[in-house]
């Protein structure tokens, strides 16, 4: 008979996490593109239709303008698998946008591509990274 270690068990019983994480900067967006509320709202709830992502909740946030040029947006929407964020800076011409959802079937690297389509930066730096366990 074999002998089981409780540690052993622990390890049997822990689910497996897949965890991905997306995350970029995106330079060189038309101002017009980063300061449509409505737009980027529409945009990130596509991408996550895209990916396979579920919406729980969006919290949206257009700042307040700066010296005549239109403020910042953020919007944020916590989904079933984790979250995406996109903020935005149109003083700089400049978004960031951070895309990380658990799960075998969701595709936040489609997400994430879907978004940089549409705001159609000049230059992308991305990043991803492996969060599960």
């Not at 698998?81 to 996109?86: R, Y």
């Not at 879907?114 to 990274?129: D, F, T």
């Amino acid at each position: 008979m074999k002998n089981t270690t409780s540690t052993q068990v622990m390890q049997q019983q822990i689910a497996k996490v897949i965890g991905k994480h997306v995350y970029g900067n995106l330079n060189g967006i038309e101002m017009k593109s980063l300061t449509d509320l409505n737009a980027l709202t529409k945009l990130v709830v596509d991408s996550a239709k895209a990916g396979n992502l579920h919406i729980l909740e969006l919290i949206t946030k257009k700042f307040s303008d700066v010296n005549g040029i239109p403020g910042g947006i953020s919007v944020i929407a916590l989904i079933e698998e984790s979250h995406i964020a996109l903020h935005t800076w149109p003083e700089s011409l400049y978004a960031t946008l951070d895309i990380y959802s658990c799960g075998a079937n969701t595709y936040p690297d489609i997400a994430f591509k879907y978004i940089v389509s549409k705001l159609n930066p000049k230059k992308v730096k991305s990043w991803s990274a492996d969060r599960g366990n």
